[in-house]
């Protein structure tokens, strides 16, 4: 069984920051890809940042040069921290990973549960 667990959320005032971090566990081969979406209140899931395995970064426009995303191999683990954070990046933030399990011989897609990111004052 493999997991995608995610930390990190919660409340914060306009321009304030926030580190989100997913870890993967369970029986891992390898994982490739890992990003961060989220997925706002009546409005389909978007893509907001994803790095390869060997760190080369993807960004939405709306949030270039505020977040950055990093991941750590060794602990299957992707981060993602949020800075001058605005009121419309409230959402509920998700983690994937496409990953070989150590039964398979094929990739797949996994998510975590999500965490709740409010900007607020």
């Known amino acids: 069984q493999v997991q995608l667990v995610e930390s990190g959320g919660g409340l914060v005032q306009p321009g304030g920051s926030l580190r989100l971090s997913c870890a993967a566990s369970?029986?891992?081969?390898?994982?490739?890809?890992m990003g961060w979406f989220r997925q706002a209140p009546g409005k389909q899931r978007e893509l907001v940042a994803v790095?390869?395995?060997?760190?080369?970064?993807n960004y939405a426009d709306s949030v270039k040069g505020r977040f950055t995303i990093s991941r750590d191999n060794a602990q299957n683990t992707v981060y993602l921290q949020m800075n001058s954070l605005k009121p419309e990046d409230t959402a509920v933030y998700y983690c994937?990973?496409?990953?070989?399990?150590?039964?398979?011989?094929?990739?797949?897609?996994?998510w975590g549960q999500g965490t709740q990111v409010t900007v607020s004052s």
């Open positions: 369970g029986s891992i081969f390898r994982i490739n890809a």
């Open positions: 790095i390869t395995r060997y760190s080369s970064t």
């Open positions: 994937n990973a496409g990953l070989r399990r150590s039964d398979s011989a094929t990739y797949t897609n996994y």
